[in-house]
Protein backbone atom coordinates (compact mmCIF):
# COMPACT_ATOMS: atom_id res chain seq x y z
CA UNK A 1 0.00 0.00 0.00
CA UNK A 2 1.27 3.32 -0.86
CA UNK A 3 2.52 5.55 2.25
CA UNK A 4 4.14 8.53 1.27
CA UNK A 5 3.47 12.15 3.44
CA UNK A 6 3.52 15.19 1.59
CA UNK A 7 5.58 18.38 3.86
CA UNK A 8 6.50 21.52 3.06
CA UNK A 9 9.50 21.81 1.57
CA UNK A 10 11.43 23.49 4.69
CA UNK A 11 9.63 21.28 7.26
CA UNK A 12 11.30 17.74 4.86
CA UNK A 13 14.91 19.31 4.96
CA UNK A 14 14.60 18.70 8.86
CA UNK A 15 13.87 15.08 8.56
CA UNK A 16 17.71 14.00 7.57
CA UNK A 17 17.90 11.52 10.44
CA UNK A 18 16.69 8.59 10.45
CA UNK A 19 14.02 5.59 9.74
CA UNK A 20 11.20 5.56 8.04
CA UNK A 21 10.87 8.90 5.64
CA UNK A 22 14.37 8.07 3.78
CA UNK A 23 14.05 8.07 -0.44
CA UNK A 24 14.14 4.57 -1.62
CA UNK A 25 16.81 3.09 -3.49
CA UNK A 26 16.03 0.43 -6.34
CA UNK A 27 17.77 -2.98 -5.67
CA UNK A 28 19.59 -4.27 -8.54
CA UNK A 29 17.93 -7.24 -10.52
CA UNK A 30 20.65 -9.92 -9.99
CA UNK A 31 20.16 -9.58 -6.11
CA UNK A 32 20.75 -13.18 -4.39
CA UNK A 33 18.48 -14.17 -1.65
CA UNK A 34 20.37 -15.03 0.85
CA UNK A 35 18.26 -16.11 4.07
CA UNK A 36 14.50 -16.62 5.04
CA UNK A 37 15.34 -17.04 8.84
CA UNK A 38 12.53 -18.79 9.88
CA UNK A 39 9.42 -16.63 8.93
CA UNK A 40 8.47 -18.13 5.31
CA UNK A 41 7.62 -14.38 3.91
CA UNK A 42 10.83 -12.77 4.67
CA UNK A 43 13.43 -12.51 2.88
CA UNK A 44 17.32 -11.56 3.45
CA UNK A 45 19.16 -9.90 0.38
CA UNK A 46 22.30 -9.44 -0.41
CA UNK A 47 24.15 -10.52 2.90
CA UNK A 48 26.90 -11.88 4.32
CA UNK A 49 26.28 -15.07 6.03
CA UNK A 50 27.16 -12.83 9.55
CA UNK A 51 24.71 -10.37 8.41
CA UNK A 52 22.01 -12.78 7.53
CA UNK A 53 22.52 -14.44 11.01
CA UNK A 54 22.17 -10.78 12.69
CA UNK A 55 19.09 -10.26 10.50
CA UNK A 56 17.18 -13.39 11.82
CA UNK A 57 18.22 -12.44 15.34
CA UNK A 58 17.26 -8.72 15.38
CA UNK A 59 13.61 -9.94 13.61
CA UNK A 60 13.20 -12.55 16.03
CA UNK A 61 13.80 -10.39 18.70
CA UNK A 62 11.41 -7.04 17.03
CA UNK A 63 8.53 -9.59 16.35
CA UNK A 64 8.58 -11.17 20.23
CA UNK A 65 8.72 -7.74 21.53
CA UNK A 66 5.49 -7.28 19.97
CA UNK A 67 4.10 -10.67 20.59
CA UNK A 68 4.56 -9.88 24.07
CA UNK A 69 2.12 -7.12 23.55
CA UNK A 70 -0.35 -9.30 22.20
CA UNK A 71 0.24 -8.36 18.70
CA UNK A 72 1.11 -11.79 16.85
CA UNK A 73 2.08 -11.50 12.94
CA UNK A 74 3.91 -13.03 10.45
CA UNK A 75 6.17 -10.51 8.96
CA UNK A 76 5.87 -9.88 5.29
CA UNK A 77 8.95 -7.87 4.67
CA UNK A 78 12.50 -8.03 2.31
CA UNK A 79 15.48 -7.02 4.39
CA UNK A 80 18.28 -5.92 2.01
CA UNK A 81 21.91 -4.97 3.02
CA UNK A 82 24.15 -2.61 0.89
CA UNK A 83 27.55 -1.07 1.10
CA UNK A 84 26.85 2.41 1.34
CA UNK A 85 24.60 5.09 -0.25
CA UNK A 86 25.08 5.97 -3.52
CA UNK A 87 26.80 9.24 -4.06
CA UNK A 88 23.95 10.64 -6.15
CA UNK A 89 21.06 9.64 -3.76
CA UNK A 90 19.55 13.10 -2.19
CA UNK A 91 23.02 14.46 -1.87
CA UNK A 92 23.83 15.64 2.12
CA UNK A 93 21.60 12.96 3.48
CA UNK A 94 22.89 11.13 6.29
CA UNK A 95 21.70 7.90 6.93
CA UNK A 96 21.89 4.30 8.47
CA UNK A 97 19.39 3.05 6.67
CA UNK A 98 15.73 3.43 6.07
CA UNK A 99 12.57 1.35 5.50
CA UNK A 100 11.10 1.44 1.88
CA UNK A 101 7.21 1.20 2.38
CA UNK A 102 5.83 1.34 -0.92
CA UNK A 103 8.20 -2.02 -1.40
CA UNK A 104 8.12 -2.91 2.12
CA UNK A 105 11.72 -3.18 2.24
CA UNK A 106 14.16 -2.41 5.08
CA UNK A 107 17.63 -1.54 3.51
CA UNK A 108 21.06 -0.94 5.72
CA UNK A 109 23.98 0.20 4.78
CA UNK A 110 27.12 -1.31 6.16
CA UNK A 111 28.80 1.92 5.93
CA UNK A 112 27.06 4.72 7.05
CA UNK A 113 28.12 8.34 7.35
CA UNK A 114 26.68 8.44 10.69
CA UNK A 115 27.52 8.93 14.16
CA UNK A 116 24.86 8.60 16.44
CA UNK A 117 25.07 10.13 19.89
CA UNK A 118 28.45 10.66 19.10
CA UNK A 119 29.42 6.96 18.44
CA UNK A 120 31.96 5.60 16.33
CA UNK A 121 29.60 3.18 14.15
CA UNK A 122 30.12 -0.05 15.66
CA UNK A 123 28.77 -3.90 15.41
CA UNK A 124 26.22 -2.68 18.18
CA UNK A 125 25.08 0.39 16.89
CA UNK A 126 24.53 -1.26 13.67
CA UNK A 127 22.51 -4.14 14.95
CA UNK A 128 20.37 -1.63 16.93
CA UNK A 129 19.45 0.51 14.05
CA UNK A 130 18.67 -3.00 12.63
CA UNK A 131 16.13 -3.21 14.96
CA UNK A 132 15.06 0.18 14.54
CA UNK A 133 14.10 -0.19 10.79
CA UNK A 134 12.42 -3.96 11.56
CA UNK A 135 9.89 -2.07 14.32
CA UNK A 136 8.82 0.39 11.34
CA UNK A 137 8.59 -2.72 9.02
CA UNK A 138 6.45 -3.98 11.48
CA UNK A 139 4.12 -1.10 11.99
CA UNK A 140 3.21 -0.83 8.00
CA UNK A 141 2.77 -4.70 8.59
CA UNK A 142 0.42 -4.61 11.88
CA UNK A 143 -1.49 -1.55 10.78
CA UNK A 144 -1.94 -1.81 7.57
CA UNK A 145 -4.70 0.91 6.63
CA UNK A 146 -4.45 2.48 9.71
CA UNK A 147 -0.90 3.14 8.93
CA UNK A 148 -0.72 6.54 8.12
CA UNK A 149 -3.07 7.37 11.15
CA UNK A 150 0.25 7.45 13.26
CA UNK A 151 2.06 10.78 12.66
CA UNK A 152 5.60 10.28 10.95
CA UNK A 153 7.31 11.60 14.44
CA UNK A 154 5.14 9.25 16.41
CA UNK A 155 6.59 6.58 13.97
CA UNK A 156 9.76 7.48 14.67
CA UNK A 157 9.39 7.71 18.68
CA UNK A 158 8.11 4.26 18.70
CA UNK A 159 10.81 2.71 16.32
CA UNK A 160 13.55 5.00 18.89
CA UNK A 161 11.85 3.45 22.29
CA UNK A 162 12.20 0.02 20.91
CA UNK A 163 15.47 0.18 19.57
CA UNK A 164 16.92 1.43 23.14
CA UNK A 165 14.65 -1.09 25.06
CA UNK A 166 15.99 -4.00 22.70
CA UNK A 167 19.97 -2.36 22.33
CA UNK A 168 22.53 -3.93 24.34
CA UNK A 169 22.96 -2.95 28.00
CA UNK A 170 26.20 -1.74 27.87
CA UNK A 171 25.68 0.65 24.54
CA UNK A 172 22.38 1.81 26.41
CA UNK A 173 23.75 2.64 29.38
CA UNK A 174 26.82 4.51 28.02
CA UNK A 175 24.65 6.58 25.94
CA UNK A 176 22.25 7.39 28.83
CA UNK A 177 25.31 7.91 31.19
CA UNK A 178 26.68 10.46 28.05
CA UNK A 179 23.25 11.83 28.08
CA UNK A 180 22.32 12.56 31.70
CA UNK A 181 20.27 16.35 31.03
CA UNK A 182 18.23 14.78 28.76
CA UNK A 183 14.71 13.40 30.16
CA UNK A 184 11.50 13.03 28.80
CA UNK A 185 9.14 14.67 27.03
CA UNK A 186 7.13 16.96 29.39
CA UNK A 187 4.39 16.72 27.23
CA UNK A 188 3.13 14.81 24.30
CA UNK A 189 3.06 17.80 22.17
CA UNK A 190 6.51 18.09 22.29
CA UNK A 191 6.58 14.89 20.53
CA UNK A 192 6.65 16.54 16.74
CA UNK A 193 8.39 16.99 13.67
CA UNK A 194 10.66 19.81 14.58
CA UNK A 195 11.99 18.05 17.95
CA UNK A 196 12.34 15.07 15.76
CA UNK A 197 13.98 16.69 12.30
CA UNK A 198 16.15 19.25 13.80
CA UNK A 199 17.71 17.11 17.15
CA UNK A 200 17.61 12.97 16.04
CA UNK A 201 19.89 11.78 18.78
CA UNK A 202 18.02 14.05 21.28
CA UNK A 203 14.82 12.89 20.20
CA UNK A 204 15.58 9.61 20.63
CA UNK A 205 16.67 9.47 24.27
CA UNK A 206 13.64 11.75 25.21
CA UNK A 207 11.71 9.31 23.39
CA UNK A 208 12.93 6.37 25.00
CA UNK A 209 13.03 8.21 28.87
CA UNK A 210 9.22 9.06 28.02
CA UNK A 211 8.62 5.46 27.32
CA UNK A 212 10.03 4.35 30.26
CA UNK A 213 8.08 7.14 32.20
CA UNK A 214 4.48 6.48 30.90
CA UNK A 215 4.74 2.35 31.27
CA UNK A 216 6.94 1.15 28.32
CA UNK A 217 4.99 -1.81 25.80
CA UNK A 218 2.16 -0.38 28.17
CA UNK A 219 2.14 2.79 26.04
CA UNK A 220 2.99 1.02 22.82
CA UNK A 221 0.10 -0.72 22.97
CA UNK A 222 -2.06 2.24 23.94
CA UNK A 223 -0.58 3.90 21.05
CA UNK A 224 -0.90 1.16 18.74
CA UNK A 225 -4.98 0.33 19.38
CA UNK A 226 -5.50 4.27 19.28
CA UNK A 227 -6.38 4.28 23.47
CA UNK A 228 -4.32 7.70 23.58
CA UNK A 229 -4.38 10.12 20.53
CA UNK A 230 -1.78 12.73 20.59
CA UNK A 231 -1.95 16.10 20.90
CA UNK A 232 -1.37 17.60 17.87
CA UNK A 233 1.42 20.61 17.86
CA UNK A 234 0.85 23.95 18.41
CA UNK A 235 2.77 25.99 15.76
CA UNK A 236 3.81 29.35 16.79
CA UNK A 237 3.40 30.62 13.22
CA UNK A 238 0.81 30.75 10.52
CA UNK A 239 0.43 27.40 8.93
CA UNK A 240 -0.92 27.45 5.44
CA UNK A 241 -3.20 24.60 4.26
CA UNK A 242 -1.11 21.71 2.92
CA UNK A 243 2.20 23.20 4.25
CA UNK A 244 2.81 20.40 6.95
CA UNK A 245 1.13 16.93 6.24
CA UNK A 246 -1.37 15.31 4.08
CA UNK A 247 -2.91 13.41 7.45
Not at 77 to 104: K, L, Q, V
Not at 105 to 119: A, Q, Y
Not at 224 to 235: E, G, H, N, S, V
Request: glycine letters at 6%; one cysteine or more; aromatic letters at 12%.
Amino acid sequence: MGTQHTWCVGLSALLLGTGLFQLPISAPASAAITSTCQYSQVVILDATSAESAEACRALADVVGYFQKLQFSFEPTFSIRFRSSMPADNHEGRRTHGFFDSNAGTVVLFRSPNVTPWGLVWSRNLANSFLRHEMVHASLWHLLKEDFKKIRPEWHEFIAYAIQLDLMNTELRQQILANNVDIGPFSNLANVNEFTHGMAPDDFAISSYRTYLSRGSGTFINRLLTFQIKPPPMAYPFVVLPGEISSQ
